[in-house]
């Protein structure tokens, strides 16, 4: 099979989904590459029908719409001087729909002060901390944009560390317990908890029903009330009539010329195991921070492209992300309603103490099931606690999205003997948390411990999202193919374009200079929306 388009777009989750819309939507004919399977039939038809997802821990840990690390192997190693060894890690969605599908769709905005951190706190030492080349203001039309395209939930004015805007396209939805809860508790100590912004409809929306708080979001919503690419700005796309969605196609390369600063388009692997070349006026790679610069790394017959810099790859973040976990004398059942539905910004202001640390947004409630429970505190109590409903019904969880800041070895290359199935080199990752990182977790982990026992734990655990060998267990992926406008100092410039190749566009969280304090999602789909309305027009760039 072969083809001609105006753009191909390669994966389909926040980003990839969101240009993919933007061009079908101005009339550009669009090939919407996706390596994972539909798991949603007749996207396009009048009637939106369920999903073949469902409320299934254990479809979802058999890799039915993630990453199978038997058959696509990551390797972590700490530092550069390590030996990497194969891990089961950082598994996002592999389905049309991306990651989207299985996030929990916490969807609030960042601040002016993420994209302005040297400027307002300084260098780090052993970091590379950098202002972003774009202002909070370049994102706010767009940041409109996508919340109404997918459908964000959310109470104006509730937060009032958040910048001015106009109202949500929903109110927030029924409160989980747990959030009431340690609501309550962070309110009484002086704090100022509010509802999660969520793309997850509160009510009718966007042909899709309300959410019924089953609890599975992160299963994938088997109704559809989780905004999802898939059956939101995906599914409009597919109904402009242009655009070619290719399920369980794996792209191998960019094609390009000799001198590799003009792509020709894309060659992938169909289902079938026949390799299809799909030429292209422009490429839009949006596979996600580890996928997108494995891409570009191995293309042009492993020469690379887009890499004069030698920063492709580079300044990997993961956000980190650390929770106190409370255990109460009485029923919370974390199981039931939308994973997180109260946050508070308290502690993204510094707290006076005259240096760079700062916390980040801090989410109320949390999510647990049991085989989950089971799985992730073996250490603790094992298939008891996976079993006895008494004991996981009783937590809660207070959990920081902590600024990781870009250390220029951190970062994503791919591994000179190990490879996937599709025949190319398995993805390394080199990882070491920088201690300002870790002095963040210990500055705000007994603050979060508080909320925990002024809420009315009886105990609480400390829990790191960094395993034991130092692989961080969180899928915020960004910064190794990082904005500017210095083609020395960044891979993309500030409207997601390689500096190096003229066509080739970033339309995922890779382009993020620093991780900030905030879930990325939103923004990597506001990103995404600014970037295709360029590329559809430079002189007219609105949604």
Request: glycine share 12%; proline share 7%.
């Amino acid at each position: 099979m072969t083809g001609t388009f105006d753009a191909v777009v390669v994966g389909s989750g926040a980003g990839g989904g969101v240009a993919a819309y933007v061009l079908a939507a101005r009339g550009w004919k669009v090939a919407l590459v996706e390596k994972g399977r539909n798991p949603y039939p007749a996207l396009a038809d009048d009637t939106l029908r369920g999903s073949l997802l469902g409320n299934d821990e254990i479809k979802s840990r058999r890799f039915y719409a993630y990453q199978d690390p038997l058959l696509e192997p990551r390797l972590f190693r700490e530092s550069p001087s390590a030996t990497a060894a194969g891990k089961a890690f950082q598994s996002l969605g592999v389905c049309v729909g991306g990651g989207t599908v299985q996030y929990d769709a916490d969807s609030p905005r960042l601040q002016r002060t993420d994209l302005r951190m040297r400027e307002a706190y300084g260098a780090v030492q052993g970091a590379d901390v950098v202002d972003w080349p774009i202002s909070y203001d370049d994102l706010v039309p767009f940041y409109d944009a996508a919340e109404h395209a997918v459908g964000v939930q959310g109470q104006r004015g509730a937060d009032p560390f958040a910048e001015p805007r106009a109202d949500y396209p929903m109110p927030p939805g029924h409160p989980a317990r747990g959030g009431i809860v340690l609501s309550e508790a962070a309110r009484r100590l002086g704090y100022h908890p509010h509802p999660m912004p969520m793309a997850i409809n509160s009510m009718a929306y966007g042909g899709r029903p309300a959410c019924v708080n089953c609890g599975f979001c992160n299963m994938g919503c088997p109704a559809n009330a989780k905004g999802s690419t898939a059956v939101t700005v995906i599914r409009d796309a597919l109904r402009t009539g242009n655009v070619t969605l290719l399920a369980n196609h794996c792209v191998l390369e960019v094609t390009a010329n000799a001198a590799g600063d003009h792509a020709s388009g894309v060659r992938c692997v169909g289902p079938d195991g026949a390799e299809v070349t799909l030429g292209a006026r422009h490429v839009l790679l949006g596979a996600n921070a580890l996928e997108t610069p494995r891409l570009l790394l191995t293309s042009r017959g492993g020469v690379g492209l887009g890499n004069s810099s030698g920063l492709v790859g580079r300044y990997l973040m993961f956000h980190v992300i650390f929770a106190a976990i409370g255990i109460f004398p009485f029923e919370i059942r974390a199981h039931r309603g939308r994973v997180i539905t109260h946050a508070m910004a308290d502690f993204t202001v510094p707290d006076g103490t005259g240096d760079y640390v700062r916390g980040g947004y801090t989410e109320l409630g949390g999510s647990i099931h049991p085989v989950a429970a089971g799985v992730q505190f073996p250490w603790l109590l094992g298939k008891t606690l996976m079993t006895d409903g008494r004991y996981w019904r009783r937590l809660a969880t207070v959990s920081m999205i902590g600024e990781d800041v870009p250390v220029l070895d951190n970062r994503v290359d791919v591994d000179p003997a190990a490879h996937d199935v599709y025949g190319r080199p398995a993805v390394r990752v080199t990882y070491g948390r920088h201690p300002r990182d870790q002095a963040l977790v210990d500055r705000y982990m007994p603050r979060m411990v508080r909320v925990a026992r002024e809420a009315g734990a009886t105990d609480v655990m400390e829990m790191d999202f960094a395993r034991e060998d130092g692989a961080p267990d969180t899928k915020h992926l960004l910064g190794t193919t990082r904005m500017g406008t210095d083609p020395a100092t960044a891979v993309t410039n500030p409207w997601g374009r390689l500096h190096d190749v003229d066509n080739v566009w970033v339309v995922d969280g890779g382009v993020f200079p620093t991780s900030t304090g905030f879930n990325p999602t939103l923004t990597q789909q506001a990103l995404a929306w600014r970037t295709a309305a360029y590329l559809a027009d430079p002189t007219d760039v609105r949604p």
